[in-house]
Structure formats: structure tokens, C-alpha cells
């Protein structure tokens, strides 16, 4: 069958910081504020939101200062009165997955421009397991340990929080851990999705939580029904850190098609987002990439296959992007469609292929308080769940501050195109 075209038919003005849009008024709720203190983290980032029983729980990295450094964790925060109160996020309780490495800091290297470099050594990093590739020891001859947040899964009417282990900058993973968050805010029990559980004093001396990660068990056959929910493409994280790839219905593994992608366009593609479903039953996945559009693969059978994975008529940034589908069925994206990262915005489709309705969620952002590595001035990594009329967007400002946006759903299911 024949992919149709996905476009944005929005005119964008970038001279604008509001890029010439209408820019819906809503409520903006800070759950998290960075702070430069090593027990919390002047980083956050990689937030995820979803709803269980009323309860809307949101989760997200955090470092002490810059971003997949050593040391970086989970923390959540969770509402029972529709996003109107948040519980502390800053507390020991709040910490859903610990550190499994004492958070190291990196060097302050600046670039001609004064801006701090991305990868490069670490201040300290003593001695462990080896590498020779800068890209997954960052640059110090040894990897390190680190946490992100990676969505959730719903299984058997529970809601469990999804975090990803690296011994590197985002790469190679060892692992999958998940915990069950409950709908009075409590949580479950830390355990693995993946049998192979790793010893992590192996990896790193400055392992920490060693032996609370070594006592955590194998889910059995909770974990295989979470890596089944994971793998459908309409809750398929956006990170698979796994060498091999955790495997998909179509037989194929997410780092089968970042190597096509690179096969095709030279560069790799970075990651997914969740499916939609078209108007005409087409399911769509977008992938972000670094061409400044938004790329996409197309599946005829719900999910079972997907074509190669094709170019769009949408812009992007590099960032991520989150998609939907209203209870109606009108589609949803949110992410930074404009200029870098600078305005969140939000489009929306009647059939899923023209986006002619857009908007400003947020833009002209505070300047960042605390520098570190890859912090970025803007609005960054959003994502949404529905709870009764309302659409909750959790994103970060600046990479440091943590917020929750909420869009009655009567602003979305409005027939005319929003004017600009």
C-alpha cells in the first residue's frame, strides 16, 4: 500500500518567539526545581507522565549537574486532584530508582564560545571496567553507571515506572528496571526486566545501591509481560539501550532500524516516538532525527510490520516528539517545531497525515540558572497522558526544572483549524 505524505500546513514565522502562533493560556504546574546539590541534581530531564486510577505519577532523570553523567537517577512526584498539587519531589521517598554511582562531575571546559563541551573526562574516575570508545565510557578509559527515565507500562490494571541502565553515555545497556507505582503514590518493589542481572561493583568502585540492585529479582513472568507491552509500538520507549535491542513483533529490534536508517541517510537516526492510529487505520511512528524533519515508518496490520522508515513534510529539531491520538481520534504532536528548542508546541490532525492546526504551549524561556553538560536553554522532552477532560503535558524547562501543562481537551476537539 501506498504511504501517503505527512505534513505540516501551519505557517511557522521564526523571526517570532512565538513563531507567529497562538499561544493557548493554560496552567503551568513546576513539580521539580533543580538544585545544585548532589542529594537532588541541578539536571532534570527525560520526564514521562501517565494516570492509573486518577492518579497522574510523573518520573525523570536527574544528575547532580549535567546530563547521562555518572551517577544520574529516578525520581517521581504524583497528584491525586487532577494536577493541582503535586507530592515532594525532593524527598527520600521521591527517589524511585537510586544512584548505582556516586554522581561525578565533569570538568568545566569551555568552547571558544563559553559554552561547556559534551563528552570529555571526568574529574575523577579511579579505576573499573575498561573501554576504548569515548562515546560509551565519556571520554575517561572506564565506564560508569547511569539511570533514565523511560516511561511506564500497564499491566494487569497496575501501572509500573520504567527505568533504563547504561554503563555508559546512554550506551551499552545492561538492563531494564521497573517498579510498580501505586494509586495512592506508594511504590512496589524494585526488580528486572531482563534475566541477566548485572553485578555493578564489577563495572565501577564507586558503585552505589550495589547490593539493593544484586537483591532485586527477575520479574518472570511480570517482566516478560512488560517487554511485551514495550514492545507494541504504541508504548515502545524511546530508548532501547540493549547491544542486541529488545525485540519487536515484526522480528526486527529497534537498533535494527537505527543501522538501516543510517544505511540510508548516513547518519544514525536517534529515536522513536509511540504510534498513532490514521484516520484510515494506518498505525504511523515518528522517528526523531538531526535532518530538521521529522522521519516516519507506516504499518498496514496494527503494529505486526512497518515499512522502511521515510522522510516527512513535518519540521523538528532534533528533539523529541510526542504523539497521540484524542478521544475522538484527532492526532496530536507536541514538540519544538519552530527554532531549537526555544517554543513547545502543539499540531493537530484530522486524519493524521495534515497537521493544519497549531500551537504555542510555551516559549521564551528563563535564561538557565545552573550550567552543565548538555543543558540547553528551552523547553525539552515532552509527553502527555489523558485523565477525564483534560491533556497533561510533562516537559522540561532548561533541563533543570520539571513542569506539567494542562490542556482542557475542549481547546483540542474544536472543528476549525486554530488560527495563528
Not at 518567539?17 to 526545581?33: C, I
Not at 570508545?133 to 516511561?151: Q, V
Not at 496490520?301 to 532534533?318: A, C, L, R, S, Y
Not at 496530536?332 to 502543539?346: D, M, P, S, T, V
Request: some cysteine.
Amino acid at each position: 500500500m501506498k504511504c501517503k505524505p505527512i505534513r505540516m500546513k501551519t505557517p511557522l514565522d521564526l523571526e517570532k518567539a512565538d513563531l507567529g502562533l497562538q499561544t493557548l493560556p493554560l496552567k503551568h504546574v513546576m513539580v521539580y526545581k533543580g538544585t545544585l546539590d548532589s542529594r537532588l541534581g541541578a539536571f532534570a530531564l527525560h520526564s514521562h507522565i501517565a494516570e492509573m486510577d486518577k492518579t497522574l505519577v510523573v518520573t525523570f532523570s536527574v544528575h547532580w549537574q549535567d546530563e547521562d553523567a555518572p551517577g544520574q537517577y529516578m525520581r517521581y512526584t504524583f497528584s491525586t486532584d487532577g494536577g493541582k498539587t503535586w507530592s515532594d519531589p525532593y524527598s527520600e521517598k521521591a527517589v524511585l530508582f537510586p544512584k548505582m554511582e556516586k554522581a561525578l562531575l565533569n570538568p568545566s571546559l569551555m568552547d571558544e564560545n563559553g559554552r561547556i563541551q559534551g563528552c570529555r573526562q571526568h574529574d575523577k574516575c579511579g579505576t573499573g571496567q575498561k573501554s576504548e570508545n569515548s562515546w560509551e565510557n565519556d571520554n575517561c578509559g572506564h565506564y560508569h553507571l547511569m539511570l533514565c527515565a523511560n516511561g511506564f507500562a500497564k499491566v494487569d490494571g497496575r501501572l509500573y515506572a520504567i527505568g533504563e541502565v547504561a554503563k555508559g553515555v546512554n550506551y551499552p545497556g545492561i538492563g531494564r528496571l521497573a517498579r510498580e507505582v501505586k494509586s495512592d503514590g506508594s511504590l512496589g518493589p524494585i526488580f528486572w526486566v531482563n534475566e541477566n542481572i548485572p553485578n555493578l561493583s564489577e563495572i565501577t568502585p564507586h558503585a552505589e545501591n550495589a547490593e539493593l540492585y544484586a537483591k532485586a529479582p527477575y520479574g518472570g513472568e511480570l517482566a516478560k509481560k512488560i517487554a511485551s507491552y514495550l514492545a507494541d509500538a504504541r508504548h515502545m520507549p524511546q530508548w532501547d539501550m540493549d547491544p542486541v535491542g529488545w525485540p519487536l513483533p515484526d522480528g526486527e529490534t529497534y537498533r535494527t532500524w537505527r543501522r538501516k536508517f543510517e544505511e540510508k541517510y548516513g547518519i544514525p537516526c536517534c529515536e522513536p516516538t509511540y504510534s498513532y492510529e490514521a484516520s484510515d487505520g494506518v498505525h504511523i511512528r515518528w522517528w526523531r532525527s538531526k535532518f530538521n524533519i521529522q522521519h516516519a515508518q507506516y504499518s498496514f496490520d496494527q503494529g505486526k510490520t512497518w515499512t522502511e522508515i521515510t522522510d516527512t513534510e513535518f519540521p523538528d529539531t532534533g528533539a523529541r516528539t510526542n504523539v497521540g491520538n484524542l478521544p475522538s481520534g484527532r492526532v496530536f504532536a507536541i514538540g519544538n517545531f519552530g527554532h531549537k528548542r526555544h517554543q513547545l508546541c502543539l499540531s493537530l490532525s484530522d486524519d493524521g497525515y495534515t497537521f493544519d492546526k497549531t500551537v504555542v504551549l510555551a516559549h521564551s524561556a528563563e535564561l538557565v540558572r545552573h550550567r552543565g553538560r548538555a543543558k540547553g536553554h528551552g523547553f525539552h522532552y515532552p509527553h502527555a497522558c489523558i485523565l477525564n477532560d483534560t491533556l497533561y503535558i510533562s516537559y522540561a524547562k532548561n533541563k533543570e526544572d520539571i513542569f506539567v501543562a494542562l490542556v482542557p481537551l475542549s481547546e483540542l476537539e474544536k472543528r476549525e483549524p486554530v488560527k495563528g
